[in-house]
């Protein structure tokens, strides 16, 4: 299977405020297999997000090469095919459901009758199509995570981007939201890349589970997890995975 994204050799180092230069990420190789998920896990300052930023083309390295589709990064031209569901839903509070949904699409100047078609599309994907004009004060949390997940998707990219998006779901809104993305990455035969602190988290979705060094960031092993979905976290089979997860890290 080929790679959708390669890092080799990526370092980034940032300037902070008293004029100490703070390493983040130093000498990163990874490569996500097309149609896989990958999780990056760390101990708080490791570099997570950074790093998904990096792939995601907001943040620049300072040393070492980023190939997406086996392009390197500065040449690859199709950003759309990639998308970036935040930690924060981000959610207009003045636009729908609908509104925010079909956000990207309105940038991209999709013609109104086509973006309706395709976000409508994509709120029955994650059920909520008899939500589209409601306000993001009118949704629960869980459904307000459904809406930037549908914001993330209506774009039909190849490649989903995520930084701890449910982290402040509930245990058993978050365990829906784990099924939804697989359910979803399958039927679409995305590819996932996703930032968590959370281990049970990693071992529910991941096909391959990177962690990191605390500061300077650097790949302290690459475990894939062989283990067929779905996953309950109360079967021996991935208790014993997020155990031995949890004393790796």
């Known amino acids: 299977m080929s790679a959708a994204i390669r890092l080799e050799g990526v370092g980034k180092s940032f300037m902070r405020r008293d004029g100490v230069q703070l390493e983040v990420l130093r000498n990163i190789d990874i490569e996500v297999p097309?149609?896989?998920?990958?999780?990056?896990?760390?101990e708080s300052g490791c570099g997570k997000s950074t790093l998904l930023n990096i792939i995601a083309g907001l943040v620049e390295p300072d040393q070492g090469c980023i190939y997406l589709?086996?392009?390197?990064?500065?040449d690859f031209k199709n950003w759309r095919?990639?998308?970036?569901m935040f930690q924060d839903d981000r959610l207009f509070p003045w636009r729908t459901t609908a509104q925010n949904v079909g956000l990207g699409l309105e940038a991209a100047g999709v013609p109104r009758a086509e973006r309706r078609q395709r976000v409508m599309t994509v709120?029955?994907?994650?059920?909520?199509?008899?939500?589209?004009?409601?306000?993001?004060?009118?949704?629960?949390?869980?459904m307000r995570s459904r809406a930037a997940l549908a914001r993330s998707l209506v774009t039909e990219p190849?490649?989903?981007l995520m930084d701890e998006p449910f982290s402040k779901l509930d245990p058993s809104i978050r365990s829906q939201m784990h099924q939804e993305?697989?359910?979803?990455?399958g039927l679409r035969s995305m590819t996932v890349v996703f930032v968590t602190h959370d281990v049970e988290e990693a071992v529910v979705l991941a096909d391959k589970i990177v962690m990191l060094h605390p500061r300077p960031g650097r790949v302290r092993e690459a475990r894939p997890i062989d283990l067929?979905?779905?996953?309950?976290?109360?079967?021996?089979?991935?208790?014993?995975?997020?155990?031995?997860l949890r004393l790796a890290l």
Request: aromatic share 6%; proline share 8%; glycine share 8%.
């Open 181 to 185: 993305v697989l359910r979803i990455a």
């Open 158 to 160: 190849n490649v989903l």
């Open 123 to 142: 709120l029955e994907l994650v059920g909520l199509e008899k939500f589209a004009e409601s306000f993001p004060h009118e949704l629960s949390g869980g």
């Open 34 to 42: 097309e149609r896989s998920i990958v999780a990056l896990v760390g």
């Open 228 to 244: 067929p979905y779905p996953r309950n976290p109360l079967t021996p089979e991935v208790a014993e995975q997020v155990r031995l």
């Open 81 to 84: 095919a990639m998308t970036y």
């Open 69 to 74: 589709s086996g392009m390197r990064a500065r």
